[in-house]
């Protein structure tokens, strides 16, 4: 685990990188904001992005986060955990009890599975709707065509808000891929937009190796770990 000082000199140089990023798509900084990703990482990580102010860290997955969440000292404030990785309906409960927000919503099924366990506590539990946009076969999040009827059910769901679209660019692929699986999520966000007369402000795309690709797409989160706390498993 980097030292909070070498974690600071990285968030100094990511804010500088979104910077330069929004600069040249004449969009202000403010508009694109930053969600540290602590996976495989160890509680301090979170801490550290409490400490440097961050409102929220992501998780991929359940079990790690509530098992780092059981390691919160006393008395110290932590950030909001937003799950970002694939989720499955049997552990939709505990993730509903645990994050502020759910990323990785893909189909009807974790919708409703969601939308019983958040009334069931009197809770609407903000989602995005996780969209395959880079077309990956290897990736989780529901078909661009698909994505209409999904909200469609989504928005009947009384106890879940839905606030955006995220994605994943496909593994592995350059940056005008990238670019053009960003590029989709924007445009099918503008759409459904329009077709279904609501707000969808928030577009979660971009990472490490891709950020500024995301932001000239209109990113209003990047989810970033790598540049932040160094590689994992290192
Ligand atoms: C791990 C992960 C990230 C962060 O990726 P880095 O390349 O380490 O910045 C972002 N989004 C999701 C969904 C992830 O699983």
Redesign the pocket.
Same mark, same amino acid.
């Given at each position: 685990m980097i030292s909070y000082e070498e974690f600071s000199e990285n968030c100094r140089r990511l804010i500088e990188r979104v910077e330069t990023a929004a600069q040249k798509s004449g969009r202000a900084r403010e508009s694109v904001k930053i969600l540290p990703?602590t996976?495989t990482h160890p509680i301090d990580a979170a801490l550290y992005c409490s400490k440097y102010g961050f409102a929220s860290v992501?998780e991929?997955r359940v079990q790690e986060a509530l098992d780092k969440m059981g390691k919160i000292p006393p008395g110290q404030s932590c950030p909001e955990w937003e799950l #970002?990785?694939h989720l499955q309906s049997n552990k939709a409960k505990r993730a509903v009890e645990n994050f502020s927000r759910i990323q990785s919503v893909d189909s009807a099924k974790l919708l409703r599975k969601i939308n019983a366990e958040a009334s069931s506590i009197s809770k609407i539990q903000r989602v995005l709707i996780q969209v395959n946009a880079g077309r990956d076969p290897a990736k989780f999040g529901v078909d661009i065509e698909e994505a209409p009827e999904l909200l469609a059910i989504a928005l009947e769901c009384k106890s879940i808000s839905v606030e955006g679209l995220m994605t #994943?660019a496909p593994l592995d692929s350059d940056l005008k891929v990238a670019t053009a699986c960003f590029n989709n999520l924007r445009n099918l966000r503008d759409k459904l937009q329009r077709d279904f007369s609501i707000a969808l402000p928030e577009l979660s795309m971009g990472?490490?190796?891709d950020l500024e690709a995301a932001i000239g797409e209109g990113s209003t989160m990047i989810?970033?770990?790598?540049?932040l706390f160094g590689s994992r498993g290192a």
């Open positions: 990703v996976k992501g991929n #970002i990785g #994943i990472m490490s190796g989810r970033v770990g790598t540049f």
